[in-house]
């Protein structure tokens, strides 16, 4: 590596190519590129522009000119627009009536080879060492005579620091005949830093640079504000066409996001501060206080230089600017760039290594392993996915746990702790073989409306929140989901994480806790799940893709097509398409997996009607279960569509609503809204014939418990705005809705029939009847189901009852019976996962790319 440059900042490439490394993997803290990286906007504005390239660009940057004479409060004539700062900077000193130049040093090594090749007496002003590099303007004023070009850095590179404007103006307005040509190419990383642009005096010159900035240094684009008169004679020897199309459309956008400029100061004055820190505490290393996104260093070791210490860095990829050949600095010093935290600490990790002479620390993950399913679109599959994944996991040996950070559903479970977490994550629990917790789930969201639900936070509830709300909550919600998802990796091998809905919600993404910013947290690479049976889902991948800050970009490892029927060979010039597309690899095609046996992971299939069976079925008994609007806990019944003998109906209107064997109400998140539909759509009337008529089982659970009875009172604004409501009439109970949720896992009996049923308490109601037979008794002798003598019509607050085995069939003997039909007198459908997840297992370990997928894991 002797040969090696590292004298030019940024050429990674150069770099790379000398040192026979891949270019990614090297941390290049050489260059000073804004760590943010590019503007979210970035990547589909050029995408979306691309056709603007067949088109000449506007000569005169037009738009772009007025925007920026807008942001500087100066005429548009005052502005000159180049390919790069770099054009302008050369271009000057061959049209301004000066022979001499003076630059403050040290400095940007550029500044002297343009006015050398202006063919100008260069004159260097020492910022002393002693001073701490920092500009002394008198200093610098008495080598002033007249007819010169002053060139300063602000903030200077490669110090980073800035000198007060007002200095500047004044030191100019006191010398008229004298140039000062101000480079601002880092001053947007100062914070409170004023730029000269605006309020500066006429022989002041400011160069303004786009690459730094905003993170595109490939899209060359600069900018000089001077006076009119010197801006037309550089006009004159510009090249024409020089700025073309889509750099002055980028430098359009850019000018106008101001919260990206915020993001961005706030990010470098967080690492500047770690970074330093931790780089001020190795003896050898002197660090001097800069203001802009980087650091200047001096080295003094008895052995090593600093290009010595770039080499070494060098074998471990990182690069590093050495700084010997800036003019008043020798072989001691060097610069690195502010980078993102894990990368600076790996940077000062590394660097006390190399200077102790100790063993390099090999670059270990911070985290437990993990592995996040993201999706195209909500229903893509991600849940079944993270089961089968937890479960193949498991089966090769890890102690796995299943994540995520945000739940949206009404279709919720009770720990043996009395916490409430979504159903889903209880699956990948159980494929896990692991007890449901609620760090599993450690923020649940229950709509209650189309603008509001029930917050639960570590499975409590913290109380009802419209939108906007929540928004302002959500940073409190994510910091219990990080101490949850912390807690969890202690504990166990590896987690596999679930994101929700998509990543390419642009308008949720600025306060997402749940995709891209919970998979950089727990640093975990993603996967983005696609239902290809919907269609279009080459297309989704590659749009979700696009909508992407580079950022999240780099945490998608590959596609998982999701749902395939058909002949696989068949998706190959898709894949590679989509592969030439992304840079990303489709890691799986999953099938289709027709009744796999396992609860959906929430309504979003329940209402589009895949619950609905209409193939034949041998000839048994039919169930009606009535969709409610705020339906929760659907699952419940997930047991029934198991038995070969029934024919599970989903009704939504009273046409579809015959003569069924029994019909079920099921639980709601939102009781009164669903009485109100119930009646407004008519089904009320229908359920209340069926009862007169006595030929159908009439059953409530929870909610539909209480939608059964006589009246539901809510007093304290739970579901309304304290309303009371009168109920079906079917059985006559009455409902009070509480504030407090009663929230249980229960063991219980079927007084009936002596048969032990279980499940759990999810309710803010408290029902009380009397003449009512009692059907449904804790083992602690409380009462939480009622029913009519003949057992026409119950209802119970037990979610999960069907679950049970024994008492399920006897409910449907019960049913064959009353239609005339021979009772089985035998249990013939057994609920049990197990044998669902195993298969499970093994259809998508077939269909993965598992060796990829572990090793993007760190797994073996």
């Not at 490394?21 to 995408?47: K, M, Y």
């Not at 008229?176 to 947007?188: K, N, R």
């Not at 039919?622 to 047991?639: K, Q, R, V």
Request: with cysteine; charged share 25%; aromatic share 8%.
């Amino acid at each position: 590596m002797s040969g090696i440059n590292f004298r030019h900042g940024g050429n990674i490439i150069k770099l790379a190519r000398e040192a026979g490394l891949e270019q990614g993997n090297l941390l290049d803290f050489s260059a000073n590129i804004n760590p943010l990286g590019p503007p979210d906007w970035f990547r589909p504005l050029v995408s979306s522009r691309l056709s603007s390239l067949v088109h000449y660009p506007d000569p005169d940057c037009s738009r772009l000119l007025e925007i920026m004479a807008r942001r500087f409060q100066v005429d548009p004539q005052e502005i000159l627009i180049g390919n790069g700062s770099t054009e302008l900077l050369y271009l000057l000193p061959r049209v301004l009536p000066v022979s001499r130049a003076l630059i403050a040093v040290p400095a940007y090594v550029d500044y002297a080879k343009a006015l050398h090749l202006a063919g100008l007496a260069v004159h260097y002003h020492d910022q002393k060492e002693k001073n701490g590099f920092r500009l002394v303007v008198s200093d610098l004023e008495s080598g002033l005579t007249g007819g010169e070009l002053v060139v300063l850095g602000q903030p200077n590179n490669p110090t980073g620091l800035a000198v007060d404007p007002q200095e500047i103006r004044s030191l100019a307005g006191r010398h008229p005949e004298t140039f000062f040509l101000v480079d601002e190419a880092f001053a947007d990383f100062v914070d409170n830093l004023e730029s000269l642009a605006g309020r500066r005096p006429p022989n002041v010159i400011v160069l303004q640079s786009f690459t730094k900035f905003y993170a595109i240094p490939g899209l060359r684009l600069g900018a000089a504000v001077l006076t009119p008169t010197w801006a037309e004679k550089v006009r004159e020897v510009l090249p024409p066409w020089s700025v073309n199309t889509l750099a002055q459309q980028v430098g359009e956008a850019a000018l106008q996001d101001l919260e990206y400029g915020h993001q961005t100061r706030r990010l470098v004055r967080e690492q500047r501060g770690l970074l330093s820190g931790l780089l001020s505490g190795l003896p050898q290393l002197t660090v001097y206080p800069g203001e802009a996104n980087f650091l200047f260093l001096r080295l003094d070791h008895p052995v090593l230089t600093a290009r010595d210490l770039a080499q070494r860095l060098l074998t471990q990829g990182l690069a590093i600017r050495v700084c010997d050949n800036y003019e008043g600095l020798d072989e001691r010093f060097f610069r690195v760039a502010v980078r993102t935290a894990n990368e600076n600490r790996r940077l000062a990790a590394v660097l006390e290594a190399v200077l102790t002479a100790r063993p390099v620390p090999k670059v270990t993950r911070q985290k437990t392993p993990a592995l996040m399913f993201q999706g195209t679109s909500s229903n893509a599959g991600k849940s079944l996915l993270t089961a089968a994944l937890c479960r193949i996991l498991l089966q090769d040996g890890y102690r796995v746990a299943p994540f995520k950070s945000q739940n949206m559903s009404l279709n919720s479970f009770v720990t043996q702790d009395g916490g409430e977490m979504g159903r889903a994550q209880v699956v990948q629990a159980q494929a896990s073989r692991l007890d449901p917790d609620v760090r599993m789930n450690p923020v649940l969201l229950k709509p209650s409306s189309d603008t509001g639900a029930q917050v639960i936070v570590l499975g409590r509830p913290v109380g009802n929140m419209d939108v906007n709300q929540y928004i302002d909550y959500k940073p409190q919600a994510f910091a219990q989901a990080r101490a949850a998802y912390d807690s969890l990796a202690r504990e166990f091998d590896v987690i596999v994480l679930e994101g929700a809905g998509s990543p390419a919600e642009v308008n949720l993404k600025h306060h997402d806790i749940v995709n891209m910013r919970m998979a950089e947290y727990a640093e975990a690479p993603v996967l983005l799940v696609g239902d290809i049976d919907r269609g279009g889902v080459f297309a989704s991948f590659i749009g979700t893709l696009e909508v992407l800050a580079e950022w999240e970009r780099r945490l998608l490892a590959g596609f998982i097509v999701n749902r395939f029927r058909g002949q696989e060979e068949l998706l190959e010039p898709a894949f590679r398409y989509t592969e030439r597309h992304t840079g990303l690899p489709v890691l799986g095609t999953v099938p289709y997996l027709k009744d796999h046996g396992l609860p959906e992971e929430d309504s979003v299939s329940y209402k589009s009607g895949a619950f609905d069976r209409s193939e034949d079925r041998e000839a048994g008994i039919e169930i009606a279960l009535i969709d409610l609007p705020h339906i929760s806990n659907f699952t419940d019944f997930d047991a029934l569509r198991i038995e070969p003998d029934v024919h599970l109906r989903i009704v939504r209107s009273p046409a579809d609503l015959n003569q069924p064997d029994a019909v079920i109400l099921p639980g709601s998140k939102n009781v009164i809204g669903d009485l109100l539909y119930l009646r407004e759509s008519g089904l009320d009337r229908r359920l209340n014939r069926l009862a007169e008529e006595g030929r159908t089982e009439i059953v409530g659970v929870c909610g539909g418990f209480q939608l059964l009875g006589r009246e539901i009172a809510d007093p304290y604004g739970i579901e309304s705005g304290g309303r009371t409501l009168e109920g079906l009439g079917l059985l006559p109970v009455s409902t009070i809705l509480e504030k407090e949720k009663t929230l249980e896992r229960v063991q219980a009996r079927h007084l009936p029939t002596g048969l032990p049923i279980f499940g759990y308490e999810i309710h803010h109601g408290r029902t009380e009847g009397q003449g009512l037979t009692p059907i449904v008794q804790r083992e602690d002798g409380e009462t939480i189901g009622l029913g009519r003598e003949n057992g026409r019509i119950w209802g119970t607050y037990l979610h999960g009852a069907f679950d049970a085995d024994a008492f399920r069939r006897w409910f449907i003997d019960r049913l064959r019976s009353r239609r005339g039909l021979e009772a089985v007198g035998a249990i013939r459908a057994v609920y049990d996962l197990e044998p669902a997840l195993d298969r499970l297992a093994d259809a998508v370990r077939r269909s993965l790319q598992m060796k990829t997928i572990y090793k993007l894991m760190g797994l073996k």
